[in-house]
Every structure is written in C-alpha cells, then in structure tokens.
C-alpha cells in the first residue's frame, strides 16, 4: 500500500512565471509547504489576497512528527476549512495520567467543561494534517481563488529591496526570478530563509536526547496521553505514550546525555527498549523513527521588513506539550488578517510589528513553559531530582502537590495582555474575555459561537443596545445581537453578573475591547487602535 508521504501530492509544473520578462511579481509568497506554510496560503487566498507556495518538496512529511492538536488551533482550522476533516479522522482526548515507576501519581481531564464545538485534543498523523490542507488548496483553487502550490521550487536566494523581496528560485528546468510584495517564512526550524538574511534564534539548547518510535500494533490501551517518570522498562529517565489513528503508536524514550544515536537508532535496539515496555511477545511494525534533544529558541522579532517568520523558522520549544504547531498556527492567524489590510491600504504597515510583538510574547509564554516542564522532566541537579522526586511522592495523596507535577504543559492559547492593540476594558465582565484573549465557544441557536466569528471585524451585542451597523476608517464591523436569556452558556462565559456586555473582536477571534454599555466614541477610537492607528 502506497503511504501519503510517498505519493507527490504537488508535483512540479512549469509556471508562466519561469519565462516571464521581467521576473513576475506577486503580494506574497510563502516559503514552506508544510502546515504552518499552508495555513497562511489558504488564510490568504480565503480573503482573496493572491499567494504562491513554493517548497524544494512535492509531498507530505514523512512520519507521523506532530501529533497534537490543540482546541485553538482546531478552532482557527475550522475557519480554513480543515477543522471536520482533521476531527473525524483524528482520535479525540481529554485525559492525560501521568505516573511514578508503575504507580499512577495523578490524572487530569484538559476540558471539564461542556459545552464547547472542538475538544480538548485530537491526536493525528502530520501528513494527514498536510493532506488535508493541500486537499483544500485545491478545492481553493476550483473556486477561483488566487492559491497556487509550485513544488520543488527551492529558493536559492533572497534580498530585501525594500519596496519588495527578490527571490531566486531553483526548478527541475532550471532557475528564475520571482517579486513579492511581501515573503512569509514557513520553512522549518532549520529555515534557509533565515539564514540567507543573516539571522539566528536566541535561547537554550538542552542536552537530553530522546527517542521517537512510530509503532503499528493492537493494543488496548485508551485513547489517553501516558506519562511515565522513572519506568521499570527505562529505569532513571522517562516515556510517554500517545494512540494516532491507524493503530499507529507514538512511544517516546528518554536516553540521556551522552548517547551514540547511530547505534541508538539501530533496529535491534529500539526492538529492546520496546519489548521491555510493551512485553517480549509484541508484534509490531515501525513506521518512523527519530532522536531529538529539547530546544527553547526564538527569533529576537518575527518581522524583518517585508520577511515574516511563522512557525518553527520563527520558534523552537520542546515537543513536550505540543506547543509547535499549535502555536505556528496561532502564528498564522495573528498574521494573516494584518497582512490583508495593509495591502489593501486600510491599516499602515507598523501593523505588521504587533504580529512581531503578540507572537514573540506567545512564543516566550511557550518558552518559559517548555523550559519549566524540560527542567522537571530531566532535572540538571541531585536537588532538583530530588525536588522532583518529592513532588510526585506528594501527589499520589495531596491535592495542592498535583499541579507542581510537570510532564509537559500542554498547549493553550496565548491571550495578548499586553498588546498595543487592546482597547478599553471592564474590569466586571469575566476574565477570561478579557482585551487579548479568543472569544470562548458556546453553544448558540442550534450552534457553535465560534462559527459566527473570524475573518473580519465584529461588534457583538450581548444582552444590550449598540448600532445597527457600523463603519470606521474604511472597515465595515459585522454587528451581532445575542440574546444571553436563550444561550446561558453565552451569558455565563461572557457576561458574568453583568447584565450585557460589547465585546468588539478582531478578524482572528481575539477580543479588542469590551464595555457594559453602547459608546460610539470609544468604540471608534478601539476600532482604530485595533487597526494599529492610534
């Protein structure tokens, strides 16, 4: 049976572009066709802002490399058309067990409350993800939108001239030049892009070494993420264990410092650390194998003139609480929006710098975590272990110990507090709808909130009086009327003693401000603030 990642899903076609003279230009290319990459294309040509991919691959990723998916991003997915697909064929959690040796030393359920469209997680393959986002470029594509995938086109070279980008570009036909107004970066942790301009991460690199296993078996155990500290089959270091859908396992082994990976990734020996685990008489396929060690870098700005960096050639955090792709995804939703007014001419370019300062504050709220969880899981000191040690002793019987037990804070998303952007707020409207944060899902007439939301600017009226419509330096605010007396769960999450509320949000969901009563004068002020304005 042929695998996804072995069939060319956008194999190379010569473009006009190639005998095109002058060199062609465009409003933006992306570099990268993995997912980060292909979320901002199809954000893009959604809001019919023209947008080529080029990527030095014409597949999917090999191996399954991420797995989690996040409610958030599930969420934003929802809105690019990919939120059904990846659900359905994803495998759905909430509970996560964490252990020492063979005793259980706490649970936790990440969505305890109802009432909510996506869950917690899903667990899926990354060449699943990357499938269906080039199965929705193509359904772009038949739509007319202006979205167009050129595979193996590598980018050679680059210049910032200002005004825009030169790109050149090498072809199984040979090379040529391509303009854009303005480039995306989405090409990985090891971004060629971000070397051709000069620029690095800034951060930690740690030395533990981890062993990924990719296993297709029949097991029976649940759909729940599984972590062990201290494992009778890996004395001294610790596992984690995952279900993806196919049967397919994602079995992770904590190896230390000084390890020979060669022999590490011999056959023989991932063979004996998994018989140690899963019992001498498994039978098993690998599907992909790999070491990695924990990084905690970033880019000191994600904007260098008109060079935005998305994903990982913007960030790096530990794989452990799935905050990559999760959080290149939250990348691509701050950006897009942004993108499409300033080339429209409806906000000014410094807008650009607040998707620099939001996801460089994400990325350091993903860094300090992933930091915390790598020095609990792999502690650098006889003190720190024994700290460690201690905690989860205390946790098997102490409720207040349970939440210092760090195997890997999971993904969740970032609320910009301290955002240029963010207007007024009322201090007696709930905190978790505050100025910074995504609008919370409820159930609504037969609904979800969230698909009402996004893609442009809104004004929702819940429970209160406000205009009928309203424009404000050339953008035209979607108002909406919500009646809390027949969505309790609206008024609950959104109002909380206050008998109605104006929340005005921005095309990516995230609320810009928020009042207990109608003021136009105020409400101009935070469209126009939120437009990057004032």
């Known amino acids: 049976m042929t695998k996804i990642f072995e069939t060319p899903l956008y194999p190379y076609r010569r473009s006009p572009d190639q005998d095109a003279m002058p060199c062609a230009r465009h409003p933006v290319v992306v570099i990268g066709a993995g997912p980060i990459g292909l979320a901002a294309a199809i954000d893009l040509a959604q809001q019919d802002v023209p947008v080529v991919v080029l990527d030095d691959n014409d597949k999917v990723s090999f191996g399954s490399r991420a797995i989690c998916f996040a409610k958030r991003p599930l969420e934003i997915l929802d809105r690019l058309g990919c939120g059904d697909a990846m659900v359905e064929k994803g495998l759905t959690w909430n509970v996560g067990k964490v252990f020492n ?19 917690a997680f899903i667990n899926l393959q990354q060449y699943y993800f990357e499938e269906y986002l080039v199965r929705r470029v193509r359904e ?8 167009e995938i050129r595979g193996r086109n590598k980018v050679s070279a680059l210049s910032d001239n200002g005004s825009f980008v030169r790109l050149e570009i090498d072809t199984p036909e040979g090379a040529y030049n391509l303009e854009a107004d303005w480039l995306i970066a989405c090409d990985g942790a090891n971004s060629p892009t971000r070397r051709m301009l000069g620029l690095d991460f800034v951060g930690k690199v740690f030395e533990d070494n981890f062993l990924i296993a990719d296993v297709i078996m029949q097991a029976d155990f649940p759909t729940e993420r599984w972590f062990w500290f201290d494992p009778p089959f890996n004395r001294g270091q610790s596992a984690l264990l995952h279900k993806q859908p ?3 396992w994602r079995i992770d082994f904590q190896l230390g410092w000084d390890i020979d990976r060669e022999e590490e990734l011999k ?22 194998t790999s070491i990695y060690t924990f990084q905690c870098r970033r880019m000191e700005k994600f904007r260098h003139g008109r060079v935005l960096f998305a994903g990982d050639a913007a960030h790096q955090v530990s794989p452990f609480g799935a905050r990559g792709a999760n959080s290149g995804l939250q990348d691509t939703d701050n950006l ?3 993108l499409k007014l300033v080339i429209a001419g409806k906000a000014p370019e410094t807008l650009l710098d607040s998707y620099s300062d939001e996801r460089t504050y994400g990325a350091d709220e993903n860094i300090l975590n992933s930091t915390r969880s790598t020095e609990f899981i792999t502690p650098k000191s006889e003190i720190s272990r024994i700290f460690r040690d201690a905690v989860l002793d205390l946790a098997v019987h102490y409720d207040f110990a349970r939440p210092m037990v760090n195997s890997g804070r999971l993904s969740v998303p970032c609320t910009y507090d301290e955002s240029v952007l963010n207007g007024p707020d009322d201090p007696a409207l709930p905190k978790r709808t505050r100025p910074g944060a995504p609008a919370v899902d409820a159930p609504l007439d037969g ?23 309203l424009t404000e330096s050339g953008v035209e605010i979607e108002v909406l009327r919500l009646d809390p007396a027949k ?13 109605g509320a104006i929340y005005l949000l921005r095309p990516d969901q995230h609320i810009a401000a928020r009042w207990t009563a109608w003021d136009e004068r105020a409400t101009r002020a935070a469209i126009r603030r939120a437009l990057g304005k004032e």
Request: aromatic content about 8%.
């Open 447 to 469: 609904g979800w909130l969230l698909d009402r939301l996004g893609g442009r600017f809104q004004l929702l009226l819940i429970g209160a009086d406000g205009p009928e419509s």
């Open 336 to 338: 897009c929006w942004k």
């Open 140 to 147: 772009l594509e038949e739509q007319g939108k202006p979205i």
């Open 246 to 248: 196919d049967n397919v």
């Open 101 to 119: 040796d063979k005793r259980e030393t706490y649970r936790f359920d990440l969505l305890p409350e109802g009432g909510h469209k996506r869950p």
């Open 267 to 288: 056959p023989e020996n991932i063979d004996r650390r998994l018989r140690a685990m899963l019992g001498q008489d498994i039978e098993y396929e690998l599907e992909w």
């Open 487 to 499: 969505n309790p769960e609206l008024g609950s999450r959104f109002l909380g003693d206050a008998p």
